[in-house]
């Protein structure tokens, strides 16, 4: 009698333990619910961010929970540690994929340079249907030469990503603006950026900062005048030493000191063309070229003559890949600075790159693109245009040239504060263009 009580007191109590069992995994149930709401309030967890390996050991976990409900705390613990690892994992995926993503436009790319360049080695062939053709954009890069500057050669190994890198020359007289630039260079994370250092101060500057740089030798005739001169000789000076990165086979992303970076600009290069630069335009006509209707009254029925016009490149920011044209335009600009003793680097770089052969005169061949000029902007676009503008104004640039301004530091820095601290009135306190 007294087994036969015991043994049903033992059922019940068991039923019991079993009710209990079953409230308690409902509350985990709900406890689950509450933790995956808080670490995945948008209701991406189990969709496309978890890797389906996490996704089975996290149902196993679900369904011990059920069995063993009376270790409950301790597994909800370990389960709370648990969701932590997936969740830390999670955002590597995401980073990851980000970066998988970044690769495959890159490999893209280069297979599409691949293919034109394979055409350039096509002897011959016929014309293929109407609107099919495509002449050629991307000429074939030179072979690499290291014995021109085996010094640079190996820094270069070392800073450049991807075979291309930003380039810019600085000596002392900008000194503070080059810190600028360089501190945004770091903050928006891009790593391939070089400062060829002109004179020892800016080279100390660059060692104390850890900013990648290169010291010229300076017994080399031409660095005498970069140290001594001022900007006009510099500009001449940019072209040579240009001229030896694409020997060594990089593409060079050419940058004055007066740029802010908001973004990294390798993200958003088109890479089709020998020369990729920015405008000193303002708008799609000015930018990307328009007809110029000249009016000679005189002429009556053909009183219009139609021009070709557009703004200059900028030859303060340009992409400038390794290529003979590329080569040919530095040789040809850098020549024509040294013995023209007036001209103005921007100027000669322009005609250099758009005069047509004619009479005596043979033209450059070379493949031009301009920068979409939003997004890589000049100081007139922002100060005349965006900064008014309710919805260009909310657009992020990828670069800001203080271009179109003297007062240069300030301007900068205004655009930081605007940019990067989002500082609305930052830009308000200064006029469209300088007062002279
Ligand atoms: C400039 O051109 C772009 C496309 O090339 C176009 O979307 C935009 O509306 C144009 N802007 C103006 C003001 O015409």
Known sequence: MAGRREGALMRENSQSVYKSRIILAIAIGVFFGCVLTFFFPNGHFLSSSFSPS????????????????????????MLK??????FEKNKDLKVQVRELTEKLRLVEQEKDQVQKQVQILDVQKKAGAFGTVKGLRTNPTVVPDESVN???????EKVAVNGELIVALANSNVKEMLEVWFSNIKRV?????????????IAKLCKSKNVPFYERDPDEGIDTVARTGGNHAVSGLKFRVLREFLQLGYSVLLSDVDIVYLQNPFDH????SDVESMTDGHDNRTAYGFDDVFDDPAMGWA??????????????????????PSIELLDRV?????????????????????????????????????????MFMNSKVLFKTVRQDARLSKLKPVIVHVNYHPDKLPRMRAVVEYYVNGNQDALKPFPVGSDW
């Open 54 to 77: 996490l996704n089975r050991r996290l149902s196993n976990a679900l369904s011990q929970v059920g069995s063993t409900s009376c270790e409950s705390s301790g597994r909800i613990n």
């Open 81 to 86: 540690t648990e969701y932590m690892v997936a």
């Open 150 to 156: 085996p010094r640079l050669a190996k820094i270069l």
């Open 189 to 201: 994370g891009i790593p391939n950026y070089l400062v060829v250092a002109l004179d020892h101060e």
């Open 269 to 272: 290069l088109h890479r089709d």
């Open 303 to 324: 009183r219009f003559a139609h021009t070709m016009r557009m703004w200059v490149f900028n030859s303060g920011f340009f992409y400038i890949r390794p290529t003979i």
């Open 334 to 374: 850098a020549g024509r600075l040294s013995r023209e003793v007036n001209s103005w680097d921007q100027a000669v770089f322009n005609e250099e790159l758009f005069f047509p052969s004619h009479n005596g005169y043979e033209g450059l061949h070379a493949s031009r693109r301009t920068m979409d000029f939003y």
